[in-house]
């Protein structure tokens, strides 16, 4: 009898530390499942808002006279071409209104095959915050905002 109790001391500690492993083990996993859940969650905000920005500039241009929407419309904020109408919507409603973390807009407006109509492309870009490290090398950078932008494209025709 003395010999078996011998061999079964520890064997409940054992247990509690392979319990305890396990539990730890499922909880890293939930943190996880959180971390992309909130990545996602905002990403797709973000995702929103930007159709809904775009979609408040088409809106506006398929109001304007179209011989007006080239001159006012075109906009580019990377290059500085700045139509006055897009520059108002980008400062007022997307750099001031919006939760959009470093956007820029470009804005191409072409005519379209039929009299009196334009192609439009929109394309809103950001990018998604904490997603660049500022110890990283400008190669590490350029890979990370790539992999963090944001980008909303639409294509229309205004007639």
Known sequence: MKNSRRTLRGYVLLEALVALLIFSLGLLGMIGFQAASTRIATDSRFRTEAAI????????????????????????SATG?????????FNDRVVGASKLPNAAAKVEVANGAALDTMSVTITLTWIMPGSIKESSTTAEKAKQKEQAEGKYVTSTLLY
């Open 81 to 89: 071409v700045k139509g006055v109408a897009t520059d108002a919507w």
């Open 53 to 76: 920005l775009v979609d408040e500039l088409i809106s506006k241009m398929s109001v304007d006279q179209r011989v007006n929407v080239a001159a006012r419309y075109g906009y580019d």
